[in-house]
């Protein structure tokens, strides 16, 4: 179960404790994956929400691979492009609910997000209106931890101690649209870029929307025209049982920022579709130059491999595959509802859940508990603010969310 410490600094880990006992995951295949000692543990959290395709895929290794010995990388700056980057975008385009959208790729969620952030600042400065600056954005909020977003993202921890972020941000209250129509009476609309929210909020406990909420918000900023950008890193390619999660709600936003289930992780990628009157003036009008863009934007293996798990996810009917399989998750999830130690259990939308423990336990240190005893009973779940989150990948069967919901009761009678 724990390996020797070596140099490795984890994300989000107390290191004094970490490097003493850390969980080394040497292999996967399905949903199952196996630590060093050879135990297999059925992966509940998709790794980090983002196995959607299942583990072990040989025909993405190979689409991979064929496309290494073929170009194995070239920048897509100025006018070069690459045969796979052009296949990806124009197909994510198709896919996309709005029409005629851009496609912008970045490598994982952050970096998307901070391009779409800094659209939507220059797109107001391209259409004449400079001054439109501030990103509103919802408490409990997860937006990655690059500059715009640990600026923008709504947990509080994660923004202490980096001194001045980036101006002109703020948050509205996550799931109340009144909030958010006070927060532009107050700083005015005319000084607004846009509005980040994710259709289901993540890493801020697994909060499915209030009924109405997303269409109240989406209408809000469209009557002030306010670019309202849907984060769907977690929610996209079939978490929520659509390719960008927004079609459940029909919702057509001005920018989608996705990452993660577009290569089910296979390689890191992520990116921002734009729909057509944003990327309009940097399109269609000569001289606007979008000055931002990583090395490794467009990088054409890291799009081969999206591209044939594109494949899988729709050969498969992976991207509905949660209308069948919603229920009997959170159903799974609910039998431990009336538990003593459970204050509450989210979910129902998609093919994602939490159970919430009571103040009691939380206070007692029973979430990181709960998680490493599930983890003995051979179940991977995660804690998030004061729940412990599931999100197994696409191809997951009955049976098997009928294993996590028992590893969910079996640990919590542990706890007490
Ligand atoms: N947005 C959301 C909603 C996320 O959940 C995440 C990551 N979990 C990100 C952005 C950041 O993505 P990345 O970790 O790939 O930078």
């Known amino acids: 179960m724990s390996?020797?410490?070596?140099?490795?600094?984890?994300?989000?880990?107390?290191?004094?404790?970490?490097?003493?006992?850390?969980?080394?995951?040497?292999?996967?295949?399905?949903?199952?994956?196996?630590?060093d000692a050879g135990r297999r543990y059925l992966d509940g959290t998709a790794s980090l929400w983002y196995a959607n395709a299942g583990h072990g895929r040989t025909e993405i290794v190979e689409a991979a691979a064929a496309q290494m010995r073929e170009l194995e990388s070239?920048?897509?700056?100025?006018?070069?492009?690459?045969?796979p980057a052009e296949a990806l975008a124009t197909r994510l385009s198709e896919l996309a609910p709005m029409p005629n959208p851009k496609v912008f790729l970045a490598t994982g969620g952050g970096e998307a997000i901070d391009t779409a952030a800094k659209l939507a600042r220059q797109y107001w400065a391209q259409r004449g209106q400079p001054q439109r600056t501030h990103i509103l954005s919802r408490g409990n909020a997860y937006h990655g931890t690059n500059g715009m977003g640990t600026s923008i993202g709504g947990i509080e921890a994660n923004q202490a101690g980096f001194g001045q972020l980036v101006p002109e941000t703020g948050r509205v209250v996550h799931d109340d649209a009144e909030s958010l129509?006070?927060?532009?009476?107050?700083?005015?609309?005319?000084?607004?870029?846009?509005?980040?929210?994710?259709?289901?909020?993540?890493?801020?406990?697994?909060?499915?929307?209030?009924?109405?909420?997303?269409?109240?918000?989406?209408?809000?900023?469209?009557?002030?025209?306010?670019?309202f950008v849907a984060d769907s890193v977690i929610c996209g390619f079939g978490r929520v049982g659509t390719w960008f999660g927004v079609e459940r709600w029909g919702l057509q936003p001005?920018?989608?920022?996705?990452?993660?289930?577009?290569?089910?992780?296979?390689?890191?990628?992520?990116?921002?579709?734009?729909?057509?009157?944003?990327?309009d003036p940097f399109w269609n009008e000569p001289g606007r130059v979008f000055r931002h863009g990583a090395t490794y934007?467009?990088?054409?293996?890291?799009?081969?491999?999206?591209?044939?798990?594109?494949?899988?996810?729709?050969?498969?009917?992976?991207?509905?595959?949660?209308?069948?399989?919603e229920g009997p998750l959170h159903e799974a999830l609910k039998q431990v509802a009336d538990h003593p130690a459970?204050?509450?259990?989210?979910g129902g939308v998609g093919l994602l859940g939490a159970v919430e423990?009571?103040?009691?336990?939380?206070?007692?240190?029973?979430?990181?508990?709960?998680?490493?005893?599930?983890?003995?009973?051979?179940?991977?779940?995660?804690?998030?603010?004061?729940?412990?989150?599931?999100?197994?990948?696409?191809?997951?069967?009955?049976?098997?969310?009928?294993?996590?919901?028992?590893?969910?009761?079996?640990?919590?009678?542990?706890?007490v």
């Not at 920018?255 to 734009?274: D, E, H, Q, R």
């Not at 990088?299 to 009917?317: G, K, M, S, W, Y």
């Not at 459970?342 to 989210?346: D, I, P, Q, T």
Request: charged letters at 20%; proline letters at 6%.
């Open 181 to 227: 129509r006070e927060a532009i009476d107050r700083i005015g609309a005319e000084k607004i870029a846009a509005f980040f929210a994710e259709p289901v909020m993540g890493a801020g406990g697994l909060y499915p929307p209030e009924p109405g909420y997303l269409e109240a918000v989406a209408k809000i900023c469209s009557e002030h025209g306010i670019l």
């Open 357 to 415: 423990l009571t103040a009691e336990q939380l206070q007692a240190g029973a979430l990181p508990k709960l998680q490493k005893k599930i983890r003995e009973l051979g179940v991977i779940v995660r804690p998030l603010g004061k729940a412990l989150a599931v999100s197994p990948p696409l191809i997951v069967t009955e049976e098997e969310i009928g294993l996590i919901g028992k590893a969910f009761a079996e640990g919590l009678d542990s706890l």
């Open 254 to 279: 001005d920018m989608i920022t996705f990452a993660k289930g577009v290569t089910s992780g296979y390689l890191p990628l992520g990116g921002v579709v734009v729909a057509e009157h944003v990327a």
């Open 74 to 83: 070239y920048f897509v700056f100025n006018d070069y492009t690459n045969p």
């Open 297 to 325: 934007s467009g990088h054409p293996t890291v799009a081969a491999a999206a591209l044939a798990n594109l494949d899988i996810l729709e050969r498969e009917q992976l991207i509905t595959r949660s209308d069948a399989l």
């Open 342 to 346: 459970v204050a509450e259990v989210r």
């Open 3 to 35: 390996s020797s410490p070596t140099a490795l600094w984890h994300p989000f880990a107390d290191m004094f404790e970490v490097k003493s006992s850390s969980f080394c995951v040497t292999k996967a295949e399905g949903v199952w994956i196996y630590d």
